[in-house]
């Protein structure tokens, strides 16, 4: 039996012969959408709904069908329904946030909101890179993680897959972070041993990519250095406001 005949056996459909498979012409795609076309008289076309979400047998052979069609270049991100989930969880994730997340950062939300722990994590990023779901850039000289266009287009068509109680944990953080992850995405600081037993402290401050204001000082201990990272962390922009008032005006 093949595969499309075992799809038609189970909705007790008569035996598929050659076909086309395509997905209903919409501005939002999901696999409810996901439609045969026989090429046989009289002609049948089978919808396929709510069956396919209650199994995750008949779900795997939706799948099976969609890549034959479409490819194999998303099957490993998208055949194994525990893998699977949790995917589309990174990847619903980096695009709601709607900001360029650091590696790092994008890690901390996941980790925080996700029963998951940090080497598979890592793991499902890196095979999300491989797959080109997800894109490297590098923002402030570290390293950021980005959903592509593919990445997009295959949430939109899966992300009914996930659990609504998971997405709105998701959803929540974000909003509840938004501030703290602007900052962090915004604000860059590092300290550094400099001489004579002193620290150096790099305060910068970014709008979009672009470097608005460097700060680097030496100062006389780790304390110092620790409490200059955090009043740069939250006034930055009045030190800069003041800064550029200040810096202008003697200019003129």
Known sequence: ?????????????PPFVPYTCHF??????????????????????????????ESSTAFSVVMTVFFEYHGNSVKEEIMDNALAENKLLILYTLNQSKLILTKTQFSNIILECMYINYF?????????IKTGLVLLDVVHEKEAVVISDQGKSVLGMFQD???????????TYLTENINHLIRET????????????????????????????????NVPTKETAEKSVQTWKKESTKIYE????ELSKKGQ
């Open 161 to 171: 897959r996930i659990p609504d109680r998971k997405k709105k944990v998701i959803d």
């Open 120 to 128: 598979e994590l890592q793991q499902y990023i890196e095979e999300l």
């Open 24 to 53: 209903c012409k919409s501005s939002t795609f999901n696999y409810n959408k996901l439609v045969f076309d026989y090429k046989s008289s009289p002609k049948y076309i089978i919808k396929i709904w709510n069956y396919f979400t």
């Open 242 to 245: 003041l800064l550029y008032k």
């Open 1 to 13: 039996m093949t595969m499309l005949s075992f799809v038609a056996s189970k909705l007790r459909f």
């Open 186 to 217: 915004t604000i860059t600081h590092e300290i550094s041993e400099g001489p004579h037993g002193t620290f150096q402290v790099i305060l910068s401050a970014f709008e979009n990519k672009d470097e608005l204001i460097r700060i680097s000082m």
